[in-house]
């Protein structure tokens, strides 16, 4: 289920234009004893509920998995206090640098953070009249204190729906909201959401304000290059729920231009960026999304936008198109996994920072969805231990969870609040506001800094706004907490028991016997199934169960088909080679992505299936236009592309039959997604021979002269590995190839990726002196850019003159070679 995750994981930040690496926690040997050394990082700590206090816990996942499922504290029995809150009730009780080691006279035994929130839980639920006993260490001993915690009672069994205490916190919560300020930018309108879903009138004239200022009968939008769909969409959702709510007339101008405009600056996927698609080589809408590339926490709210905007009466032609796009490309995902970063594989998780539920919305508020609908909505609610894991953080994750969950209904809702209950108690505070705490990709929060993404500034979305939207659910008073919905969308309780039993089933699994690990394989959730497989490759009778996984792999049950292949793939039996070969081509595309990751994960036990591959490379091509919606990124064809040159042939190529491997190299080379495309970076440059250049040049040209339609973030890959090995074979054409790369470089990464290709041109010696009147051209380009950093552009600018003047300076005349004539690329034509 995981072994091509990081193939498939970008490292980029949600709002930076520049990568960053997927940081974790730095490795310890084990929890510290804080009653001995209490030597650690004082700004990364976690809220305590609503004693009044924060502490720095211990945070070590195992492993990245573990990351996922909410386990990042299970290691940790002690709790250092680094802040006491004045006027809290452990103000005068707990002392900073205080230990605590347990509560209610029991020393923690489990994940002291999880402990610590349930005694917090059952403190407030009335037990000994709220007091909460803490044992902590101070002064080289244990002491017993105790605080007293307001009682609230205990959450029902239908909460927030139905619940004394879930209103109480909600009415607290609001209270804080609404001394909150109003700011006209994406947060604010996070805010302005908020007040509306609690239905309170009094605050109608502050939130009327703000969507006046965000409509003015002035905005004349532009379809222009920028980080605008984020501000975008976020605005006009705002303004949507607010226009169905009060039908002010004067929003509806600005609410039709964001929604056309979004709908405009759609992608031929129904994607978006961080900013808007380009347009097509003929000049049309809906071209590509450009580098940077994709992100789905950005495009899922603009695509919700869309629809909200066709809710409130907006007409245009290219409505209805963005939301069919949006719909089919959302829905390829359905049984797969969560909504990955951008156009990406999907994650191995029940959601993922939010966005599984924002599809949920998405299709509920369009009615007419219902399988999707209901798949989102039951991923949600299962994902109840992996709400703590986020690029850049996971506070998308607590603003939109509950919302998605709350869009499989009333039941559904009920089953993820219980389930995630002990966090909501915990972040929040004893003046009735939430807390945030996260950061890149998991762990603790910063203790001066309780929003989600900072104080100050653009970023700041306030914890408050989105608990007070998870509390208003009950209340439906927005389409996004259940207002108009059908009943007929919402999951039935089995389905909401199924959902519960496979986001347990990540521990679960380690009880059940082979058998019921067999039948998991067939489990709804495509990531209990992963589990299931998993464990049954752990088993001491595994080899005995390959007869069994076999038949089942050309089975007729497709969920049990998938589980049972990649089951084989981790037990790795060479018997199992024929029917994952056959798996390769078959009808059910999500089965041929599982038979191509069980052959990679197979290792050397799978070479004698390369042939068989290099042919189901080719054959199962596809063109770029127009789109095959069963597959839209190509993102089958791309895993088994992965498996071949990045896994068997990774090494070497020696050997392999060129009838073979060439065809399936030009297959490779026209997907239409950009990580596909890059599985023959290594190819390229390392293992091609000078024959193997010579037959492929055509190909490789077109490879660096057309880039990618999807997955622009890697479209640069395979681009740079024509540019090298061209040079380092002399191939005279290889010259034009590297100043026709150079002049696409005007976004993400290219400040870099410049000065690499001016030092592979620097290769032909005299021979790029006929191309310095085009890269002097580049200089002026690059200097007029725009929506470009400053320091970027400088240090492109600088690799160009550098190159400029090596050029005119070299009397270096190497040897150049060109392409036969008459040689032509082959492979699928597109």
Known sequence: MRTDLFRRLPVVAAFAVVAVPVVFAQPQAGPPDLTKDAKVDRKLTYNLGA?????????????????????????????????VGANSPADGVVNLDDVILGANGKPFADDARKSLALAIQDAEGGARDGRLGLTVWRGGKAEEVQLKLRVFGRYGETAPYDCAKSRRIFDEACAVLAREPLKDDIWGAVNGLALLATGDPDYLPRVRELAR?????????????????????????????????????????????????????????????????????????????????????????????????????????????AVERASRFFGYFVDKGAVPYGEHMPWPNHDNNGKNAMAALLFALQGTRTRETHYYAKMVTASFRNREYGHTGQGFSYLWGALGAGAGGPDAAAAFFRESSWHFDLVRRSDGSFTYDGGEQYGPGKTDDNTYYGKSGYYGLSPTASYVLTYALPLKKLLVTGRDADPKTWLTRRDVAEAVASGRFDLDRKTKTADELITALGDWSPVARGWAAEELAKRPEKKALVPRLVALAEGPDARTRQGAVEALGYIK???????????????????????????????????????????AVVDTAEPLTPVVWDDPIQLTHGELAAALFQGLLRTSIKGVDPELLYPAIRAVSKNADGMARATLTHTFTDLLTLKDVEALAPDILEAVAVPCPADTMFANEIRMAGVRVLAKYRFREGIRAAVTLARTQSAHGSESRTGEIMRELLRYGTAAKAVLPELRQLVVQFREERDFPDWAKKQKIASLEAAITAIEATTTEPELRSIPPGRTGGGPKN
């Open 51 to 83: 004693t009044g206090l924060r502490g720095w816990i211990y945070t070590k996942p195992a492993n990245f998995f573990e990351s996922q499922q909410g386990r990042t504290t299970t290691a940790s029995r002690q709790i250092l206090v680094t802040h």
């Open 213 to 321: 200022k965000m409509a003015p009968p002035t905005l004349r939008l532009q379809l222009r290059d920028g980080m605008v769909i984020w501000d975008w969409g976020y605005r006009t959702v705002f303004l949507c729920e607010y226009y169905l709510l009060t039908r002010d007339p004067e929003v509806f101008p600005a609410i039709r231009e964001y929604t056309i405009t979004l709908a405009k600056g759609q992608s031929l996927y129904g994607t978006y960026g961080h900013g808007v698609s380009r347009l097509t080589a003929d000049g049309k809408l809906h071209g590509s999304i450009p580098p940077y590339g994709p992100v789905n926490a950005a495009g899922l709210v603009a695509n919700l936008a869309i629809v909200l905007g066709k809710r409130c009466g907006v007409e245009h032609p290219e409505i209805d198109p």
């Open 573 to 615: 039996p060479a018997e199992a080679l024929p029917v994952l070969v056959r798996s390769l081509t078959h009808e059910d595309r999500w089965l041929r992505v599982k038979a191509a990751n069980a052959l990679k994960n197979m290792g050397e036990a799978a070479r004698p299936a390369v042939p068989a591959m290099l042919k």
